[in-house]
């Protein structure tokens, strides 16, 4: 299985609504990352989970919690969200880290609205 | 700091003809680089990758990418272009320093347009 799933596909919220953004991957990957991503730009990085512990936190805002339960999974909590953090949400997964083993592999991503 | 520049934001081709993106790289170590492509409203697929293990990397979908160390490019060709080749594509390297090891610095990507 060399997949990476993304739930929900698309979701819409108000400012005042929490909401989670899962990530699941099954291949055996010690690294997982959070990206955004705007209209015609590239992925901006958010988060880096390794070995299910946070080692990356590009200066998100609070609003948005990660979570990472186990080595398959990834969670992105999202409170009081507003209008401009509306993109796609990208997850990703690696094997590690580590130079010759960085592939990164994405899901589909979540494509969220704040409304 | 490393960084990629991919030259042109749009690029137009027939059906047929020779796909060539550009993306140029800066890095002060062997740098590994990647191809991602995008389709609109998916996720990021990877065409191809070099590591250092040959300069002439063979990508998915006919896509391959040259390593040229004496210019730093990994430009990405296709000799002949299908409709289904119409896409967002993303020149990445991996950064190798520190706390940062591992992260992608992406390039601002090419769109690519492909004419009946």
């Known amino acids: 299985d060399t997949e990476v799933t993304q739930t929900p596909k698309h979701l819409v919220m108000g400012m005042t609504n929490k909401k989670s953004l899962k990530c699941e991957q099954h291949m055996g990957h010690r690294a997982m990352y959070w990206y955004k991503q705007k209209a015609k730009k590239p992925p901006e990085l958010m988060f880096v989970y390794s070995y299910e512990k946070l080692s990356i936190n590009e200066s998100v805002p609070s609003r948005f919690s990660p979570e990472c339960p186990n080595s398959s999974l990834l969670n992105l909590h999202l409170h009081a969200l507003q209008p401009e953090d509306s993109a796609l949400y990208l997850c990703a997964s690696s094997q590690s880290r580590a130079g010759n083993y960085n592939e990164q592999f994405f899901g589909p991503g979540t494509r969220l609205t704040v409304l | 700091a490393q960084s990629v520049t991919q030259l042109g934001s749009h690029v137009s081709v027939s059906e047929g003809a020779l796909v060539l993106l550009r993306c140029n790289y800066s890095?002060?170590?062997?740098?590994?680089l990647f191809w991602y492509v995008q389709y609109p409203n998916q996720g990021l697929q990877l065409l191809l990758k070099y590591t250092s293990a040959a300069t002439l990397v063979k990508g998915i979908n006919g896509f391959e990418a040259e390593f040229k160390k004496s210019e730093t490019s990994f430009h990405l060709t296709k000799p002949s272009a299908h409709m289904s080749d119409a896409a967002e594509y993303f020149c990445a390297v991996s950064d190798n320093y520190g706390g940062s090891q591992g992260n992608l610095i992406f390039g601002k990507g090419t769109k690519l347009s492909v004419k009946p």
């Open positions: 890095s002060s170590v062997p740098p590994y």
